[in-house]
Nanobody
Framework: QGQPVESGGGLVQTGGSLRLSCAASGRTSKNSPMAWFRQVSGQNRLFVAAIRWSGSDYETNYADSVKGRFTISGDNDKNTVYLQMNSLKPEDTAVYYC???????????????????WGQGTQVTVSS
């Protein structure tokens, strides 16, 4: 119950674009952030981007490796988050996970420790 559901992964050539979507019904607090992480087989899960809201305002944060290429956005009322990925590189190849929480922990919004609900992941493969 409440597990985020991702969609939008696939295979794309270097320089191409993909848009990931996520719906998280378990996110019961409008103050709680949502985020994207990615993981390569055999490696740790890494932060990609996060978004959090305060009323009608929102704040975003990105990993240095994706700044200027990826954009996170979302609909606070619909518990959805998106990741627009442009200028994709082979090193972006990974399984991308959507993360959400029902208990906001502001100091941990950029860490996997700040999230309780994880999607099953969607594969993104960038060919060279």
């Amino acid at each position: 119950q409440g597990q985020p559901v991702e969609s939008g992964g696939g295979l794309v050539q270097t320089g191409g674009s993909l848009r990931l979507s996520c719906a998280a019904s378990g996110r019961t607090s409008k103050n709680s952030p949502m985020a994207w992480f990615r993981q390569v087989s055999g490696q740790n899960r890494l932060f990609v981007a996060a978004i959090r809201w305060s009323g009608s305002d929102y704040e975003t944060n990105y990993a240095d490796s994706v700044k200027g290429r990826f954009t996170i956005s979302g609909d606070n009322d619909k518990n959805t988050v998106y990741l627009q990925m442009n200028s994709l590189k082979p090193e972006d190849t990974a399984v991308y996970y959507c993360a959400a929480t029902g208990q906001p922990r502001p100091s941990l919004w950029l860490s996997s420790s700040g999230y309780d609900y994880w999607g099953q992941g969607t594969q993104v493969t960038v060919s060279s």
